[in-house]
């Protein structure tokens, strides 16, 4: 598209003898846009023209005007870009499938969303799958080729205690036989090692030497461990697949903790980090505000941060990286920052490409929502109570709904619901989750978002835009409005990628559908005359285009019919 700010600065530079880029500096946009698109404040340039402000601005209304007018006031210069102009290079640039026309070209990782491999994906895990689902769709769609990693945290006390508890009281039973998804089953023996510890506290320590059996290669409790760990591989895997998420590489921490510890121990021979009197190791940080951080114990086992050190190396290597983003909870900052401060001191060149994305927590309104384990709510359990609400959402509004139409909608519109909600909050907020108000399809959500791109399908099924306009019939303020939203879209996904928000989209999108709806409400669009029809029914039709494509970087369809 074309940029007026950039070709209004061009000619202002070239009238004034002025670089370009101080100009480009001092255009304005106004708040009240029937002053114009526009606006130069003269007042800075009195000094380099040795002229009043305003005479400058009545100066500069003789300037050649083909696509705009102006019209100063006082010491500013308004420009109106004229709306045939404005509406031929914004609706001929949007076509299906949409393509930015400035792409990113680098190569990035992302991590997400790092389970551990003793329980089912919970809540938290969603608000992780979904910042990695989009922002890995953000990423793409500049240009950016993503490959995205999981580790999963497969070795650890953790681990054994749900081995323990089903080895006490599992009776070779299984997923199958008990009719039970196999990650929900495996998480359900980790439950009830709690349950058992309250009656039995030395379990915890037969859990310790469960841990050393499994470091040892003990034959029969590696068994163990590798049908728990395949069965809640199955069910993990078909919660990715519910939420849309497609990993590229996945990683076991089980294959990877010894290659951190040898990193570790050539980081002591070379002086970078020390070893305390109980021959624990660590790096000493307190210059840079990071205190002491402990990397491998006394007994020479290794910590998270340890597999972390070599994963970031690894991946680096072998996938010829440019840039990382780890997309975890916000109680790990200080995890990351003190990671990414180790690679500086290792003399990684990747110390300084990799991000932290944090996020927040997500609450549910008391006594709400089902938990399988008290405190925790299942991804399975939160989407499944989600596409029961949409049913009987859809059962409401369409009493003739076909049974089979009625399971394809509910399954759209609930992940409409959850995506949109969840990713309208900026990633460091809390906030709480009121299922309700993420199925409302006139609130703030994904289904009004979704509706308006519905709406605008019903009316294209009465009548398709012919391929010639008028574009000056698009004269109306609102028809502006939209316009010059449309114009915005591009800047808006390069703002997501580049500040890492899905939340742009989402706030973009609900500002597009706003203006839609009251459009909609407002114009009449198949009752106008032919050539004002026309060029109404090519505004929405882009207009849908962009609902469309914005809707599917939060890994959102965008039904025709709702």
Known sequence: MMNFKEELAQIISKELNIDKTQI?????????????????????????????????AEELTKINKEWFT??????????????????????????????????????????????????????????????????????????????????VNDKGTHICKSMLAYQKQGNNKTPEQENKKPDHFVGEYYVKFSELLKQKPELEQEAQKMLQKWEQKNPETIKLWKQMREWWLQGTKKTYEEYGIKIDSQ?????????????VLEGLKQGIFKKDETNAIYIDLEKEGLGKKYL?????????????????????????????????????IYHFKTLFEIFKKLNYDFWNKCIHIAYGMIYLPSGRMK?????????????KELEELAEKELQKRYLEITKEELQKRKKIIATGAINFFIL??????????????????????????????????SILRKEQPKKTLDYSKLELELEKQILNKLRKYEETIHNASKNNKPSIITTYLLELAQLLNSYY????????????????LHLINKTRIILKDGLALLGITAPEEM
């Open 371 to 383: 938990s399988r384990e008290g405190t925790i709510i299942d991804a399975d359990d939160f989407k």
């Open 70 to 151: 102006t019209q100063n006031e006082g010491s500013y210069l308004n420009f109106k870009i004229k709306i045939e102009i404005l509406a031929k290079n914004t609706l001929e640039k949007i076509n299906e499938p949409y393509i930015l026309e400035r792409q990113e070209k680098t190569n990035i990782g992302i991590e997400s969303p790092s389970p551990n491999s003793n329980k089912p994906l919970h809540l938290g895990h969603v608000r992780n799958m979904l910042l990695g689902l989009s922002l890995k769709n953000i990423y793409e769609k500049t240009g950016k080729k993503v490959t995205w990693f999981d580790i």
């Open 251 to 263: 990683t076991y921490e089980s294959d990877i903790y010894e290659e951190g510890k040898k990193i």
């Open 24 to 56: 480009l500096e001092l255009i304005e946009t106004p708040k009240n846009q029937e002053q114009g698109d526009y606006a130069l404040p003269c007042f800075f340039l009195s000094k380099t023209q040795k002229k009043p402000p305003q005479k400058i």
């Open 521 to 536: 409400h407002e114009t009449p669009i198949l009752k106008e005359e032919e050539q004002t029809k026309n060029a109404r």
């Open 296 to 332: 491998l114990r006394s007994d020479g086992t290794t910590i998270y941060i340890t597999q972390d050190i070599y994963l970031a190396k690894k991946r680096f290597t072998e996938h010829k990286l440019e840039e990382f983003r780890y997309i975890v909870g916000s109680e790990q």
């Open 424 to 457: 309208k909050y900026d990633s460091l907020k809390d906030f709480t989750y009121y299922p309700e108000k993420s199925l409302n399809f006139q609130g703030e959500s994904g289904p009004y978002v979704q509706y308006a791109h519905a709406r605008i399908c």
